[in-house]
């Protein structure tokens, strides 16, 4: 499970939830209200205060590193570091994986600066998903990409999830988050209830 | 030093000045309005020649270690003042004024000891002639190399930060994240004198040298001196853009491994 405790930075009032381990909880909230700061703050990404439990492991008791190799976090905004693609990955992507996401075998000799939007929030997906984390906080994932590639997309997420993945998704697509999600969030200006989509 | 050394008059140094002076009237016959540069140029070159002249003729006649001192941190103040001018987005706070200056000047200092008090050995050690022309050589290139290497760094910082973050997010340590960008920096301060050991010899004659041939010092001796000045010189740069970036780095990052860019000076 994990467990928020007054997890708090400016922007964002002390926020407490639970989400248990294998499910799929959706945080919904206009633009601006203070979701990617949460997920920053899970993710420890900017300084914050409050608690945070994975498993009933503390967040403190960790280095930063070994946590966010538990709990991963792709970004709205994907960053790539190397030239190609392969680069970013640390082990060879299979090429089932890739047609997972409607993505061709030879993606990972793609040079980075050609990537579309759609391609870039794919790949960014695989290369968190690769990682092998416990839990995946995903920002926004489908939101550049057509209908068929979306459906690719959430049914990949759909098999991680039975296979015990943990997720929290960010989402403006009601849809989407009434077909992924178990557990449902609101934020508004930095404050976070309960509530369905 | 032979007999080989040829005393200039100022007659001579004001006859070498003829090309830069036609240069100059053919801008004023092409109206291309660079002639008062030109002029005010030239008269701050010969004014800060002159003066240097006759500064270091006082410090060399004085021969005391005090005003060998005091000259050194002169020069110092000033290499520390174009360090810190110079950085593009430079750290929050006195940081600012502190990293750069102190990773120059402690490998500069450190290698100047140790090229005076065991390699040169002049009596006394620190006998102005050598010391105060080694300190400024190493002195310009460390400012040139930290210079670039902090800008090329903390515009990383910058630019780079979601590259940084998703390397970060990975589980990588602060250290390793930010292992290429501190390699590219390293590379871009470095790359001034890299340059000067590459083209040493095949396409430039190094100032010192040729200023020692012409002062009468046999051509192979002028090398040694050389390859002793430039070996100093690149470990220098090498040390002191190394301790500058990684220095940066520690402050631009947390020991929770997060990137810090709130402490760079906000725009």
């Known amino acids: 499970m994990l467990r928020l405790e007054h997890l708090a930075r400016p922007g964002l009032a002390p926020v407490s939830l639970k989400l248990p381990t294998g499910a799929c909880g959706v945080v919904m909230g206009p ?10 703050a899970i993710v420890d990404l900017d300084p914050n205060s409050g608690e945070v439990f994975w498993k009933e492991r503390s967040r403190a008791a960790m280095p930063a590193c070994q946590w966010r190799r538990l709990i991963g976090y792709a970004p709205a905004q994907s960053g790539w570091w190397a030239d190609v693609v392969g680069d970013h990955f640390l082990k060879p992507v299979a090429a089932d994986t890739l047609r997972a996401v409607n993505l061709p075998p030879d993606a990972p000799t793609w040079p980075v600066a050609r990537l579309s939007n759609g391609e870039k929030q794919r790949l960014a997906l695989l290369r968190a998903l690769a990682a092998g984390p416990e839990m995946l906080i995903l920002d926004e994932p489908t939101a550049a990409l057509d209908d068929e590639t979306k459906e690719r997309v959430e ?8 296979d015990g993945l943990t997720l929290l998704l960010i989402t403006h697509d009601k849809a989407q988050a009434r077909r992924l999600g178990r557990h449902f969030w609101r934020i508004d200006s930095g404050h976070l209830t309960e509530g369905g989509p | ?68 001192l005091a000259a050194g941190a002169v020069m110092a103040a000033f290499a520390a003042r174009e360090i810190v ?46 010391a105060l022309p080694l300190f400024g050589m190493l002195l310009g290139n460390s400012m ?67 200023g020692q041939i012409l002062a009468g010092v046999p051509p192979v001796e002028a090398v040694k001196y050389q390859l002793l000045i430039m070996f100093l010189i690149a470990g220098v740069v090498a040390l002191g853009v190394i301790a500058a970036v990684y220095a940066s780095l520690w402050r631009l990052t947390d020991e929770r491994h997060r990137l810090r860019p709130d402490r760079l000076q906000a725009f």
């Open chain 2, 1 to 68: 030093m032979n007999g080989g050394y040829i005393a200039l008059s100022y007659a001579d140094v004001a006859a070498a000045a003829l090309f830069l002076f036609v240069a100059g009237l053919l801008t004023v016959l092409l109206r291309l309005g660079l002639a008062t540069t030109i002029a005010l140029h030239a008269a701050r070159m010969v004014a800060q020649l002159l003066a240097i002249g006759f500064v270091l003729k006082f410090i060399f006649s004085a021969s005391s270690g005090w005003i060998t």
């Open chain 2, 144 to 210: 040139t190399g930290v210079t670039l290497g902090l800008n090329a760094f903390t515009g990383a910082i910058v630019r780079e930060r979601d590259a940084i973050e998703a390397r970060l997010l990975l589980g990588m340590s602060r250290f390793r994240a930010l292992r290429p960008f501190a390699a590219r920096a390293l590379k871009t301060g470095m790359t001034p004198i890299l340059n000067a050991m590459a083209a040493s010899g095949v396409i430039s004659l190094p100032g010192m040298m040729t």
């Open chain 1, 31 to 40: 633009s601006g209200a203070g979701k990617t700061l949460l997920a920053r």
């Open chain 1, 155 to 162: 049914a990949l997420l759909q098999r991680r999830l039975e």
């Open chain 2, 85 to 130: 001018r110079r950085q593009e987005r430079p750290l929050a706070g006195l940081w600012r004024y502190g990293l750069g200056p102190a990773a120059m000047l402690a490998a500069g200092a450190l290698a100047l000891v140790f090229a005076l008090t065991l390699l040169l050995r002049a009596e006394p050690w620190h006998a102005p002639r050598y």
